[in-house]
């Protein structure tokens, strides 16, 4: 039996209609699809636009890190190196005044202790000075073998024998003092005595008896004992010039004329003479100078790394 054709009909339009709900379902899912996915692209690209935004602000910050470090860095290198100035200045100012001491007053003492306290100064850990403390070790090994002469005591004594010259005594005015008296004629004595004498003392003066060891003193005219003086301070004072210069040959050389002169003109006897005679013997055949050493290596060191260091 054949369905009837009403009941044929409706069950197309429930099929119809089924597919119609089912498309419009699935054009309805579709349209929800897109729209998701369109709100989460957005979504995506808020958020990429929010991280490209941070990453700019943590890049401009990085860059301002970077920049302040940059000027801290620079900072801090000034510092050092205007520490470092004032640290060499400083040495070499001090390596300046232990040379001096050296070259005027021969104080090894000094310098030695000097040098030392400008090797103290340097940092350890720095590699850049080390030329610098190459040299001041070198120096300070030199200072440590020179034996030290007393420059300052020697140059007092000698200032002391200058300061007495004045006051030494003659060797001509002992001898006039130990001249006797002359003879006095004898109240009887009559004129042929007299003449007799007379004669004998003309006879006497035309012979000299005198022993060639120990030679009379020569007499000097109150102006010649003012230049016999006034030779020897000159004498004295060209020995202490020489003696500050470290002339050793000159030194001595004065020294042996100031000894010649006081052996010759001056009383021997006298204590102060005395004291002079072997005050000039003594460091006329001593060695009352040397070689001085110096601290120009330090000096060529640190000047050489300051130059260096401003070229920069």
């Known amino acids: 039996m054949e369905p009837a054709p009403y009941q044929s009909g409706n069950k197309r339009r429930q099929r119809v209609n089924t597919a119609l709900v089912v498309a419009v379902f699935a054009v309805l899912l579709l ?22 935004v941070q990453i700019a602000i943590f890049e401009d910050r990085l860059h301002e890190m970077q920049t302040r470090q940059t000027a801290l860095d620079a900072l801090y290198q000034d510092l050092a190196r205007s520490s470092d100035d004032s640290v060499l200045a400083d040495i070499e100012q001090t390596l300046l005044i232990a040379d001096q001491q050296l070259q005027i007053s021969g104080n090894i003492k000094a310098a030695l202790a000097a040098v030392q306290a400008a090797d103290a100064r340097l940092a350890p850990n720095r590699s850049e000075f080390t030329p610098i403390r190459n ?6 090994e030199r200072l440590r073998r020179t034996p030290e002469v007393d420059v300052i005591g020697i140059n007092a004594r000698l200032a002391a024998v200058r300061g007495s ?7 001509m005015d002992q001898r006039l003092q130990a001249s006797p008296p002359p003879e006095r004629l004898a109240a009887a004595e009559n004129t042929w005595q007299h003449f007799a004498r007379g004669i ?12 060639t060891e120990h030679a009379a003193p020569e007499l000097l ?19 202490r010039l020489a003696l500050i210069a470290h002339d050793e040959t000159d030194f001595k050389a004065d020294l042996k004329a100031v000894h010649e002169s006081l052996a010759r003109y001056f009383a021997p ?16 055949d001593g060695h009352a100078s040397s070689a001085q050493p110096d601290v120009a290596a330090s000096l060529a060191a640190v000047r050489d790394y300051r130059l260096a260091h401003e070229s920069h």
């Open 135 to 140: 040299a001041l070790e070198h120096d300070i």
């Open 31 to 52: 349209i929800w699809q897109s729209y998701e996915v369109q709100r989460r692209a957005k979504a995506l690209q808020q958020q990429t636009q929010a991280m490209q």
């Open 165 to 171: 010259v004045d006051t030494l005594p003659l060797a």
């Open 269 to 284: 006897g006298d204590p102060a003479v005395a004291t002079a005679l072997a005050t000039a013997q003594q460091f006329a």
């Open 200 to 211: 004998w003392q003309e006879l006497r003066s035309l012979v000299r008896i005198q022993n």
């Open 221 to 239: 005219a109150p102006q010649q004992i003012f230049f016999v003086r006034e030779n020897l301070k000159l004498r004295l004072l060209d020995a």
